[in-house]
């Protein structure tokens, strides 16, 4: 937990996370007197989620911010009580895709109804997803998969186990350059949950060292493309499905990768969020005596 000033954050190693990993590197977190230590896990330990399912990131992992999925952090927060819900956003203009192969006969969004779209269950992900394909299809027509991390979606699409994938970036350039082609996107919709040390004080720095790193790679975001590549790299070396990576040309594959436009969360909204817990509750993925005041942090 919180000593002094030193803040345990916990790092997903995806694309719309970068500007934590360069507020921390750049110094912008230690400007605000917050000595930051990055929690991250090693993705070849990894077969199914970052974040674990079966224990707390607040307790069993002593950290003290983290991110995830907005509709999986009211999920968690509710059920494990994994802290509460301090900030929200979609962090990046950034959006998720549905891929299918290129010989598909899936055209348009309202064609996938009925049909089990590849996702990382347990994440958040299938909320994100529910949600947005709610908007073209009947809620009962919406099937989901569960097929694992990003590149093992993209094993099970290419080996004929799904019809459909979601995917972000890199993944989502991947795919082109494997042939496989985008019917629909959707924004990826995120939250920060934090502990009970995690104040306003605190809040506000962790806030300014993030906005700092957010203008640098919105200044310059060709110099990030390498670190989009890296991500993809990680996942060949770690011997995630590595034939996927056998006839890509990786420099192509980088030229043609895209840095978004990156922005800085936004501090919870209980009102805004209880919007998406009444959903949940229709949908019977939460306990429907969630209360959002035991989700969502006081108001600041």
């Given amino acids: 937990m919180i000593t002094g000033t030193t803040l345990r954050l916990f790092h997903l190693p995806f694309s719309f996370m970068l500007p934590q990993r360069v507020a921390s590197e750049r110094g912008y977190f230690d400007a605000e007197g917050l000595d930051v230590e990055l929690v991250e896990r090693d993705r070849a330990s990894i077969d199914w989620k970052y974040i674990p399912a079966e224990k707390n990131l607040t307790t069993d992992y002593d950290v003290d911010l983290y991110p ?112 496989f082609r985008s019917v629909m996107t959707f924004e990826n919709h995120m939250g920060i949950v934090g502990g009970g040390a995690v104040d306003d004080d605190v809040l506000e720095k962790f806030m300014r060292g993030y906005a700092r790193a957010v203008a640098d790679i919105n ?29 890509v040309d990786m420099e192509e594959l980088r030229a043609d990768l895209t840095v978004p436009t990156y922005a800085v969360p936004e501090l919870a909204d209980g009102e805004e969020l209880d919007g998406h817990l009444d959903w949940m509750k229709r949908r019977q993925l939460i306990d429907g005596e969630a209360e959002i005041d035991a989700i969502v942090a006081p108001s600041r």
């Fill in 68 to 179: 995830i999925c907005k509709w999986e952090s009211l999920k968690r927060t509710w059920d494990k009580g994994d802290g509460k819900v301090v900030a929200k956003g979609t962090f990046a203009d950034q959006p998720y895709s549905v891929f299918v192969r290129e010989d598909s006969a899936i055209e348009t969004p309202t064609d996938l109804a009925g049909v089990p779209v590849g996702v990382n269950r347990r994440t958040g992900q299938e909320y994100t997803a529910i949600r947005a394909l709610e908007a073209h299809v009947d809620p009962g027509d919406v099937e989901l998969s569960h097929c694992g991390m990003p590149t093992d979606r993209l094993r099970a699409l290419r080996d004929g186990e799904v019809e459909a994938v979601t995917l972000l970036e890199p993944q989502s350039t991947l795919a082109e350059h494997l042939g």
């Fill in 219 to 247: 200044a310059d975001p060709e110099a990030y493309r390498g670190a989009y590549l890296d991500m993809l790299e990680a996942e060949d070396s770690a011997g995630v499905a590595p034939d996927l990576f056998t006839d």
